[in-house]
């Protein structure tokens, strides 16, 4: 008898909860978007016989259901801290590191030799065809291994730039590692984001100038201004933690008069957009986040220009590079579906242009990939 009331509890209690949260989901309707993770959440599936037969119906409403699920965010801190007390060191794919520091995991089974021989073969033919010069920046894991938990295993970053090195040529090649790694102990990655801060771009600048043959005196680190003390990235929004915040600095722009075109359609006169700084996504006031394309005058006038193939490290080390050219453009090839060569030639000038590929390592094995 007493096992037939707990079955009858349990199933009380388990009808009950589904219940609730039921009508949690009913009273506060479907999100469009999650501030805290950045993302766009998963609206309702539309309900199909051959949709359900092949398997994708299910798969999409569970996902719509794990975006969508009453309380997300507090569950998602829940959770954190239940890994914490059971002695966790990674938690969604974030390492819990020392001084308040989250890194992002990167696993060696992630990325094979075959993903990793297929972006080189790609950049190989872009560095022929435009005598490219690139730049792959490693992350935080492989920098600042003293942030890292005991026994954190990282997929070998140092390694795959050797290759890089060798596929390209070291006159192509920009070496931003050897100089992150005699930084390692300043703050040139965000704790809560898995960005470089402008301290460690402005390292980064300095090592393509010295690649370049550039001055590279131009900044100072003491004249860096703080526009934001109050930032919490994204993989602060992987595990919900209530951690120190951080800092985001920047230098200030040059006197000259500049010219910043998005996407054909937006002109500002300026490389930051301070309206991110009330948002989540803080770091979007570099080069306005992310555009397909974007025309930059710099008011420099020397007539040289710059194309830039990039991902979001690029936002806040563009700014430093506009003192040497009086054009640049940045594209991003993951809003570019057209044939790339044949888009670069449309802006090259009569006297030529110098072509950057500017990446986080991680980011240019899962993204970089181009039509001729």
Known sequence: MDEKRSTIFTIILIASVILVFSAADLIYGDRLYSELENKV???????????????????????????????????????????????????????????????????????????????????????????????????????????????????????????????????????????????????????????????????????????????GGRYHVENMETVTEDFLGTLQSKVNLNVRKDSIKYFPETMNPVSVTYDYNVVKDTYYEESWLDTKNKYGFFLDDNHAFVEIETGCPNGKTLFVIKDSFANCLIPLLTSHYERIYVLDLRYFNGRLFQFMKKYRPEEGMDVLVLYNCIHFLEDFAYVE
């Open 41 to 215: 959440l998963a609206s309702r599936p539309e309900f199909s016989w051959n949709a359900l037969l092949e398997g994708d119906f299910t798969r999409d409403y569970e996902t719509y259901l794990t975006d969508q699920f009453a309380g997300r965010e507090k569950w998602i801190s829940i959770k954190t801290y239940m890994d914490i007390c059971l002695g966790k060191q990674e938690i969604n794919g974030v390492y819990l590191g020392a001084d308040d520091y989250l890194i992002e995991q990167h696993l060696p089974k992630q990325f094979s030799s075959v993903q990793e021989n297929k972006k080189l073969s790609l950049l190989e033919k872009l560095v022929s065809e435009w005598n490219a010069s690139v730049m792959l920046v490693p992350t935080a894991d492989n920098v600042i291994m003293d942030k890292l938990p005991p026994f954190a295993v990282c997929y070998d970053q140092v390694r795959f730039l050797e290759q890089v090195e060798s596929r390209i040529g070291p006159e192509h090649y920009i070496d931003v590692y050897t100089a992150l790694r005699q930084h390692a102990d300043e703050e040139i990655y965000y704790r809560t984001d898995h960005h470089w801060t402008s301290l460690g771009a402005y390292y980064g600048y300095q090592a393509w100038a010295a690649a370049q043959d550039r001055y």
